[in-house]
């Protein structure tokens, strides 16, 4: 069974450009997840979707966004880069997003702004 | 707000030695379930195990286990026989849920590194 992938593993963009990631959960699993990983914050959950909805977000702008297709494929947008964006972003998906579920992990996209 | 602490930023390990990583955690939940990660420098989140607040046993997954004290909030990792492929970080983290989604909060991690 193939694993979560994450399209483009490194991204490199200047300040005040946008920019679109990609994440395709493990077949079957409905549930995807976004986390940002900082050396000086650690990770950080940015925002959760189950069938094309959002349910759940974290502490973060309004200029990181995301949405979930009907294949629950999901894309996160983040628009004016900052600096400070520069991370990992990591996609975890899992079966429901509750309960016991386990988050299983993709690769990361490594985005530096520049 | 639930929290996940993990006090030693590093180990230095001799392989084939146990290695234990500490984490403690803080919830006001009564069920809650906390998961340890791999994170080698490749990036990646390697799930490694989990153990349900409701669960009477320790868990156990292969030469990971799990050393669940309740009453401490101490959810310890403990690797037998370390290999050098074990050199990464590792990450303790807990569910939270919130409105039936769940999200997981993470500690600061541990760079566990494995001398020949």
């Known amino acids: 069974k193939a694993g979560v992938t994450q399209t483009p593993r490194y991204l490199i963009k200047t300040r005040g450009q946008q920019v679109t990631l990609s994440c395709s959960p493990i077949?079957?699993?409905?549930?995807v997840s976004w986390y940002q990983q900082t050396p000086g914050q650690g990770l950080q959950f940015l925002f959760e979707?189950?069938?094309?909805?959002?349910?759940n977000k974290g502490n973060f702008p309004g200029r990181f966004s995301g949405r979930q297709f009907s294949n629950s494929r999901s894309e996160m947008n983040v628009s004016t880069l900052e600096l400070g964006d520069s991370a990992l972003y990591l996609c975890a998906s899992s079966f429901y997003g509750e309960g016991t579920d386990t988050q299983y992990f993709g690769p990361g996209t490594r985005l530096t702004v520049l | 707000a639930q929290k996940i602490t993990q006090t030693q930023p590093g180990m230095f390990v001799q392989e084939k030695e146990a290695v234990t990583l500490d984490c403690t955690y803080d919830t006001s939940d009564q069920s809650y379930g906390l998961f340890w990660y791999k994170q080698p420098s490749s990036g990646e989140m390697i799930f490694l195990i989990y153990?349900?607040?409701?669960?009477?046993q320790n868990a156990t997954e292969g030469r990971y286990s799990l050393n669940f004290q309740k009453a401490r909030k101490s959810a310890n990792l403990v690797i037998s026989a370390s290999q050098l492929g074990d050199s990464a970080m590792y990450f303790c983290?807990?569910?939270?849920?919130?409105?039936?989604?769940?999200?997981?909060?993470f500690g600061q991690g541990t760079r566990l590194t494995i001398n020949p």
């Open positions: 153990q349900g607040s409701y669960d009477e």
């Open positions: 979707y189950f069938s094309e909805t959002q349910r």
């Open positions: 077949s079957g699993h409905r549930s």
């Open positions: 983290a807990m569910r939270e849920a919130f409105q039936g989604a769940q999200k997981l909060v």
